[in-house]
């Protein structure tokens, strides 16, 4: 363990109180949310656990290839978990593989490329799965807006082909709008960071016993990086998925009712 | 003749909306009158190249409209849609977006008479306007388009007879100070025949006659 912390599995196991607590409260408002809190309780700790496994086997070999396995994979659970939010949008699974993978080359890309992080296992594990996570969740968002654009705006948008506008022309407000729902909370939380919350990376470090600077230094590396990454994604994933809410004659698929 | 259909057959959620749909558009002002769900708007829709369908031909001026440009045709042939749907901003930035798009310069004032619009209209917020007011600025947006062909879907239908009768005044005027041919969707006969000189009557999906409006509305 880290000179700094030590955590043993009692610890951690006493930590489940205050999901007993939020169980409890649940329970008593009929909320009806103790099985899912439940599935996550056991999920996370499973599904944790296992990495922490895979990832000290990462480690110790040292081996980039397995890195790039390892990212790969995330990019591929990632897709399917943002497909399952953009159910009202036609064939997103390519869009979302593509925006991912687009937002995690970029910005590991980049902070290989300007010296932020050395190429080693130890930091494109953790950044990468943080990138990877935030572009998830960014392109989610927005594909998911940008269905309920669709469904609700298919009028104007009609009204607008009918101009001779071209497809991107009649849907560029709303890929606006689903850019905006994509990266909006995270804009958000980047200009409350240190006011109203301390981003987890920062908490990490400075509870394994860093230094306060180093770790604000390190943190804003992040949150930048973060910023990025959710801005790409959103932006391919919306970009590349309006195509399919048209054909190739410049008509809605599904018009609105007469 | 303007357009021809010949054999169209178009389906939507598994129902045949037009099925087997034959008629002929001569120049001028024309309508499609017929009951609600008949399938006139979808003709409509057809016109443009908005929808294509599933069997059978669509000719504008002799061509197949499959043959041409969707978005140039859709500039000559416009359809001004039941609901109002214009884009956020002003009447004024919709009338531009309309002529960037044909690549026209914009005579604003002119517009907006045209769609019987004061010119001091051109400012106004679309949010604020009323739903005969955002029909008016619709027409005036098409019109930037300079189209030789306007498809105006139940351009009345949501209105109350005041502005009903105010619109129909603007639709006839339009025939008869611009170079422009329109097709009407009506469900409304006596307004098909205040306004139009050619009709088809259009039921269950099929055209059930058509002709000149005195002819055909006597049978």
């Known amino acids: 363990m880290t000179p700094g912390i030590d955590v043993t599995l009692g610890e951690v196991a006493a930590s489940l109180t205050l999901v007993a607590i939020a169980i409890a409260i649940s329970r008593w408002s009929s909320a009806e949310l103790e099985g899912e809190m439940g599935i996550a309780v056991l999920r996370s700790f499973v599904q944790l656990t296992a990495i922490g496994y895979v990832i000290q086997l990462i480690f110790d070999d040292g081996s980039l290839w397995l890195v790039a396995a390892l990212l790969a994979t995330s990019i591929g659970f990632g897709t399917l978990t943002a497909r399952s939010r953009a159910h009202k949008v036609p064939r997103p699974t390519l869009p979302l593989l593509i925006a991912l993978t687009a937002a995690a080359a970029t910005t590991i890309g980049l902070v290989l490329v300007l010296g932020i992080f050395e190429a080693s296992a130890r930091y494109l594990v953790p950044v990468g799965g943080m990138v990877i996570g935030n572009a998830m969740t960014a392109s989610a968002v927005a594909l998911n807006r940008l269905g309920d654009e669709f469904a609700q705006g298919a009028g104007e948008i009609e009204a607008t082909l009918a101009l001779g506008a071209t497809a991107r022309q009649a849907a560029l407000p709303h890929l606006r709008r689903s850019l905006r729902s994509g990266t909006i909370a995270l804009i958000d939380s980047t200009k409350t960071t240190g006011l109203i919350f301390f981003p987890g990376t920062m908490v990490g470090m400075l509870l394994a016993g860093a230094d306060p600077v180093d770790a604000v230094r390190l943190q804003l590396i992040l949150l930048w990086v973060l910023l990025g990454a959710a801005a790409i994604s959103a932006l391919v994933s919306t970009a590349l998925a309006y195509r399919g809410f048209f054909t190739d004659a410049q008509q809605l698929r599904d018009p609105p009712p007469p | ?219």
């Open chain 2, 1 to 219: 003749m303007l357009f021809e259909l010949e054999g169209v057959v178009l389906a939507r959620g598994g129902r045949r909306v037009l099925d087997g749909f034959d008629c002929r558009i001569r120049a001028g002002v024309s309508a499609l009158v017929g009951p609600s769900g008949s399938g006139k708007s979808t003709v409509l829709r057809l016109l443009d190249r908005l929808s294509d369908p599933d069997a059978g031909t669509v000719r504008y001026r002799g061509t197949d409209v499959r043959l041409r440009d969707p978005l140039e045709l859709r500039r000559e042939v416009c359809l001004v849609p039941q609901l109002p749907a214009l884009l956020a901003g002003t009447i004024a930035d919709n009338i531009a977006f309309a002529a960037d798009l044909a690549e026209r310069q914009p005579d604003h004032d002119a517009l907006l008479g045209h769609a019987g619009l004061d010119p001091a209209y051109g400012g106004r917020d679309v949010s604020q306007l009323s739903v005969g007011e955002k029909q008016r600025a619709m027409l005036a947006r098409a019109l930037a388009l300079e189209p030789r062909v306007l498809l105006l879907d139940e351009p009345t239908s949501a209105l109350d007879p005041g502005a009903r009768s105010a619109i129909e005044a603007t639709i006839a005027r339009l025939a008869d100070e611009l170079d422009v041919s329109i097709v009407l969707v009506t469900h409304d006969l006596e307004q098909a025949r205040r306004l139009a000189a050619w009709i088809v009557r259009v039921e269950a999906g099929r055209a059930a006659g058509e002709g000149e409006a005195e002819e055909l509305l006597l049978t």
